[in-house]
């Protein structure tokens, strides 16, 4: 197989502000779409990957391509633990991985509010999923339910509601934080049963393991061809570690080796 990659840099928060990096993300990869063959790439056969945060991205990209009738669509889309939405942060794989290194639950959620420019004061709002309105939360519960999780995965580990502060919050833009590009998982229908071939993997000790279970349930129930791989022993940020020597996992090989087999299977 011949192949190569292109990799997309953007501007950081805090100097650079959320949605900055959307629009830098999804400006570069139109420019590569539409001028593609010009680097002797043909364009129907480019994949989009992202991990973490930029699985987000990666996401959120793929849905606004599909939506521009006039740019090649993309093959397929790789999503390596991705972060799907914004709403609920109390998911099992939050509460089971809430203190596994190197990625634990409250510095994740410091990093995602400073993300989106919110100050680290709502942190047990959004903990407790009491920082959106109720009925909001409610209405994204079709896609957001805990039981579209397997039920293997929803075993480990303890699972409670957690206590919403005493006291309710009224500082947040509600639907400044429903925007699409925040949750790819709640997306129009008509957009979802029209994403490519999508490759998702995702890890057990992770807290957004769920994230990435739940997107794959929302496009396999729309008709899109998903393979999956979950890493049983991996984490948030294994593969940071790959070909680290000593440092190195052996769960972040098995993913290489399924990403690059699926890529190549295309």
Not at 115 to 124: K, R
Request: aromatic share 14%; hydrophobic share 40%.
């Amino acid at each position: 197989m011949r192949g190569g990659y292109t990799q997309k840099w953007y501007h950081l928060s805090p100097e650079y502000q959320y949605p900055t990096q959307f629009r830098e993300y999804l400006s570069a990869v139109t420019f590569f779409m539409k001028t593609a063959e010009k680097y002797g790439v043909d364009p129907a056969q480019i994949v989009i990957c992202g991990e973490s945060l930029g699985g987000l991205l990666a996401a959120y990209v793929v849905q606004e391509l599909v939506k521009r009738p006039r740019l090649p669509k993309p093959r397929a889309q790789v999503l390596i633990c991705p972060l799907v939405q914004f709403l609920d942060f109390n998911l099992p794989s939050y509460q089971q991985n809430h203190f596994v290194p190197i990625m634990p639950c409250r510095v994740f959620l410091l990093f995602i509010l400073r993300y989106i420019a919110m100050s680290s004061t709502v942190l047990e709002y959004l903990e407790s999923d009491s920082l959106f309105p109720k009925e909001m939360i409610m209405k994204c519960q079709k896609w957001l339910h805990s039981d579209r999780i397997p039920t293997e995965l929803q075993i480990r580990g303890p699972v409670q509601e957690i206590s919403p502060p005493t006291s309710p919050f009224h500082g947040i833009d509600s639907k400044a934080s429903c925007k699409s590009e925040l949750n790819p998982l709640l997306a129009e229908d008509d957009v979802i049963s029209r994403l490519p071939d999508t490759f998702i993997l995702t890890c057990e000790f992770d807290i957004l393991r769920d994230d990435g279970l739940l997107y794959k349930k929302r496009l396999e129930d729309s008709g899109v061809h998903v393979s999956w791989c979950h890493l049983k022993d991996g984490f948030h940020g294994v593969f940071y570690f790959f070909s680290h020597w000593f440092l190195s996992f052996p769960c972040s090989g098995v993913g290489v080796d399924h990403i690059l087999k699926y890529i190549k299977s295309l």
